[in-house]
């Protein structure tokens, strides 16, 4: 029987210290697996044990195995918390990574490196896997590290297998168990409330463990979202120090743990929630996890937002590097309360404010049970014939007179108890059968579990685009948490409830996996009652999400900084709206930066607002691929300052927009500040003109000004904001020196 040697021998502090200053011994089979970004390097080797543990975390590594010698902790408390994928019931007492019983009831788990591959999926893409097997059960966990060189980037997820005589139930099964030491840590995570979403939190990380998580199953962000930010050292900042920014890309329930131990190690173990979610795993089945999702950078978090914003683009949203639609939208203008001609007069509208796309919200569906408010008719995906008689389709065509195409709102995951889908399929309802029904915003959700009810939200898709092929546009919503968890699917199958949070998710990916097989090109935007919803596994689905429903300008600029950590513009959509006492000025610059779009009521601009608006647009398009496709610099932070300030750099370094806002409307005079811009080419020339100036005021930048790259970089520039020039954009053009 094989003897593993610890840090058990020595229970005093003399023998402690003997222990570690034996001679460093470098096992024979020792195996070094560097995962290597462009710039970093996570290395992975194993010990004596045949233990892979973490032993590097940094900058470039390349000198070869580290030292046997290496240690993470004093070596008499028994701890080894570095394993790559800390097991339980054997020699581990941390957190594990993953805890599971063997089909005999067991419950000890020992994984030991066996055998790895790396391979190049092309000349940026490199995946290693890593194979662990338990040596007395059949159990073996695969780690995969797939990394995006360029972008500095890992993907990393696990997946399990076993041959076990019957299934063996898996109580945790973590994406990645990532340790790191010799520093202080600082850990910024971000907070949602309905119409206040992502709001940061910056702490520095003390001995314990803080989790971050959701039991919330469907809209699992509604309160805290799986995105993070890990600073070295000192708090996070935007040019300067070591950070890790990333995101577990899961859309259901999701359990991020940052643990400070004793030696002041930091593990972090982020997967799916095991929070009533044991997996009941069959012989031969392969349980895979999904994906941490995060870059590294040395220059603070705005290269590293321009690391994930490059690898999301590139590999990640759909359609990342295209285009998208501006639009006009017609909650606000008109909420439920809407008929045909109402709709076709706002077409009117879309067509003179110059946008690519009518969208039609909630309400348009349900005849039993009209959907004239949030109460009744979710469900029911039928045109109410009383405000739609001519049905979609006419809506369709006649939005194509004006020039537009047309979108259109749902939520195909949801029911209200007051529809025929409820009365028809009530089995289809996320409901405990014995328990008194309880309802978030009116509504319960479909078990997307059940392959019938992924049938029938693949349905209401497909119906609507076979019936409209020329529908350019889904926003699919989804308002709902998930109360009384419990699948009739599940029960009738013989297969455990504590399935449900995770195979919800699983239906719901297999849904959108069909509808893209089938309709791969049409934008689709992610809504999740504002912003419940923005995950990378999703927006492999989606061009596009919905942030929040606060568009009060002012609000939105918080909201838009701190999504900009994790997403690219051209992936957040803003709308101009009714909320916000600003200017119409403010409001279109602050929805400029993402994708624009309106919720208005176009017939009730004023003369000079509308005159505004047209030109704003007639903007944008000229410069809506620098903001979609550039590079973002976040210049002026406006929870520090009394004003925000960010950029947009093409590719080239030949063009660049930057939006400047007062945030504070108490500040008498910010005009002595000069902004120092940033990612410019510094040898290069720039003109600098202000646009997006509302008729009749002038600009007060010196027109036809020309300035260095390097003099705009170090001195900078005064865009003279003030009470009476709260917003200001500047549009800068490479001139021949
Ligand atoms: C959610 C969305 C809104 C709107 C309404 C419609 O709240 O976030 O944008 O679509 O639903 O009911």
Redesign the pocket.
């Known amino acids: 029987m094989k003897k593993y040697h610890f840090y058990s021998i020595p229970s005093t502090g003399f023998l402690a210290l003997f222990f570690m200053i034996t001679a460093p011994r470098v096992n024979a089979q020792t195996v070094t697996i560097p995962i290597n970004t462009d710039s970093y390097t996570l290395l992975l080797q194993t010990d004596r044990n045949n233990i892979l543990k973490t032993v590097y975390f940094g900058e470039s590594w390349s000198a070869g195995a580290v030292p046997d010698r290496y240690r993470v902790g004093n070596g008499v408390s028994g701890d080894v918390p570095n394993a790559v994928y800390t097991p339980s019931g054997t020699w581990s007492l941390s957190e594990p990574a993953i805890q599971l019983t063997h089909a005999d009831g067991n419950m000890s788990l020992e994984l030991e490196y066996i055998s790895h591959s790396t391979k190049d999926v092309d000349s940026n893409v490199r995946l290693t896997g890593i194979v662990l097997k338990d040596p007395v059960y059949p159990v073996e966990v695969t780690l995969y590290y797939k990394v995006y060189m360029k972008e500095n980037l890992i993907e990393q997820w696990a997946e399990i297998k076993h041959n076990e005589q019957g299934d063996i139930k898996l109580q945790k099964y973590s994406s990645a168990d990532l340790f790191f030491t010799e520093s202080d840590f600082y850990l910024t995570t971000f907070h949602n409330q309905w119409a206040n979403e992502m709001q940061p939190n910056e702490s520095r990380l003390t001995r314990g463990t803080k989790v971050f998580d959701s039991k919330l199953g469907a809209r699992a962000m509604l309160l805290q979202t799986p995105d993070f930010i890990l600073s070295f050292g000192r708090p996070a900042s935007e040019n300067e120090g070591m950070v890790i920014l990333g995101q577990l890309a899961w859309s259901g329930n999701f359990k991020l743990e940052f643990e400070i131990d004793t030696y002041h190690n930091l593990r972090f173990i982020a997967g799916i929630n095991p929070y009533a979610s044991e997996y009941s795993l069959a012989p031969d089945q392969t349980f895979t996890t999904p994906s941490l999702i995060y870059t590294i950078s040395g220059n603070g978090t705005g290269e590293a937002s321009r690391n994930m914003h490059d690898w999301a683009r590139k590999y990640r949203v759909l359609d990342g590097e295209g285009e998208r639609l501006t639009l006009l939208n017609n909650?606000e203008a008109t909420y439920f309360d809407f008929d045909e001609n109402k709709l076709t007069g706002l077409f009117k509208g879309a067509r003179e404010l110059g946008v690519d796309l009518f969208l039609l919200?909630?309400g348009w569906f349900g005849n039993k049970y009209p959907r004239n408010n949030?109460r009744a008719g979710l469900g029911d995906w039928q045109p109410n014939v009383k405000k739609l008689p001519d049905g979609v389709a006419y809506l369709v065509q006649e939005a194509k007179k004006e020039g537009v195409k047309f979108g259109i709102?749902i939520e195909p995951e949801m029911v209200n108890p007051r529809s025929e889908l409820y009365e028809n399929h009530i089995d289809w309802v996320i409901r405990q059968p014995e328990r008194p029904e309880f309802y978030f915003r009116n509504q319960l959700v479909l078990d997307m579990s059940n392959p019938e009810v992924q049938d029938f939200v693949f349905g209401i898709v497909d119906g609507l685009f076979t019936e409209n092929p020329e529908l350019a546009f889904i926003?699919w919503?989804c308002?709902s948490v998930i109360y009384n968890a419990y699948s009739e699917y599940l029960k009738k199958n013989g297969l455990p409830q504590s399935h449900l949070y995770v195979e919800y998710v699983k239906g719901l990916y297999k849904v959108l996996e069909r509808l893209r097989a089938k309709y791969p090109e049409v934008p689709m935007m992610l809504?999740s009652?504002?912003g419940g919803r923005a995950d990378y596994e999703l927006l492999q689905y989606f061009t596009e999400f919905?942030p929040s429903?606060n568009t009060d300008p002012l609000r939105r600029i918080f909201i838009q900084w701190n999504n900009s950590y994790f997403f690219p513009s051209i992936a957040v959509d803003n709308h101009v709206t009714n909320w916000g006492r600003q200017s119409i000025k403010y409001k279109v610059d602050v929805a400029s930066m993402g994708k624009l779009g309106f919720d208005i009521r176009v017939d009730e601009l004023s003369e000079n607002d509308l005159l505004f608006c047209k030109e704003a647009i007639s903007n944008y398009h000229s410069f809506k691929d620098i903001v979609w496709h550039g590079d973002l610099y976040r210049l002026v932070n406006p929870y520090e300052n009394d004003i925000a300030a960010l950029m947009y750099v093409n590719e080239d370094k030949s063009k660049a927009i930057v939006f400047n806002y007062l945030v504070n409307n108490l500040a008498m005079n910010t005009n002595t500040t000069n902004i120092k811009l940033n990612g410019l080419d510094a040898g290069k020339q720039y003109s600098v003109k202000e646009i997006n100036l509302y008729p009749g005021t002038n600009s007060r930048m010196s027109a036809g000004q020309i300035y260095s790259g390097d003099s705009l970089m170090k001195i900078g520039l005064d865009p003279g904001l003030n009470q009476r020039r709260q917003s200001v954009v500047l549009e800068l053009t490479e001139v021949d020196n």
């Open positions: 909650w919200d909630d949030d709102w926003k919503d308002n809504c009652g504002g919905w429903d």
